[in-house]
């Protein structure tokens, strides 16, 4: 070549036969007996541990089951409750009630399950005593749907219903 070095391969030095042949694996430590775990045992526990098992679990089961039915015996002993509420009637479970009268110079028509006053609708709701709140007068409650019109009709004074309807929360 002209104009350069021309470069010569070296002689690769060869490595002592000790480092090619395998290490040697690292002494083992001698078997001890590790203080964490205990003895070995065998597979089935004294008798006296499993009857004492057994008889804390019975205790606690009649125990839990006595304090039930200690706590549920008055409800159970109670009649069934009477309410002052009318009686459902044969349609819905509401009381059949048919109302069309003159108060306060305005129109109430209606049953249980829809009320009008001056042929705007009153939207009334049936609590679960069997009593009635209306939007009109909706912290008193009143015993029936007539009751509930007649209420709405003192409060609305000279004002009307708004054909809008309830407004939603």
Do not use: W
């Not at 480092?19 to 006296?48: F, H, I, N, V, Y």
């Not at 706590?71 to 069309?100: C, H, N, Q, Y």
Request: overall charge positive.
């Amino acid at each position: 070549m002209a104009g350069g070095t021309k470069l010569e391969p070296r002689p690769v030095a060869a490595r002592p036969a000790e480092s090619l042949a395998p290490a040697p694996p690292p002494p083992s430590p001698p078997p001890q007996s590790s203080p964490a775990l205990p003895p070995t045992r065998s597979a089935q526990p004294p008798r006296s541990s499993r009857t004492r098992r057994f008889f804390l679990r019975a205790a606690f089961a009649f125990g839990a089951i006595g304090g039930t039915a200690a706590a549920l015996t008055p409800i159970f002993r109670a009649g069934p409750r009477k309410s002052d509420a009318p009686a459902p009637g044969p349609v819905d479970g509401m009381p059949d009630e048919r109302f069309d009268e003159m108060y306060g110079g305005r129109r109430i028509q209606g049953t249980a399950s829809g009320v009008r006053i001056d042929g705007r609708p009153l939207h009334l709701m049936r609590r679960a005593d069997g009593t009635y709140v209306s939007v009109v007068n909706h912290f008193e409650s009143f015993p029936t749907a007539l009751a509930t019109a007649r209420a709405a009709v003192d409060d609305l004074g000279g004002t009307q219903l708004s054909l809008a309807g309830p407004a939603l929360h």
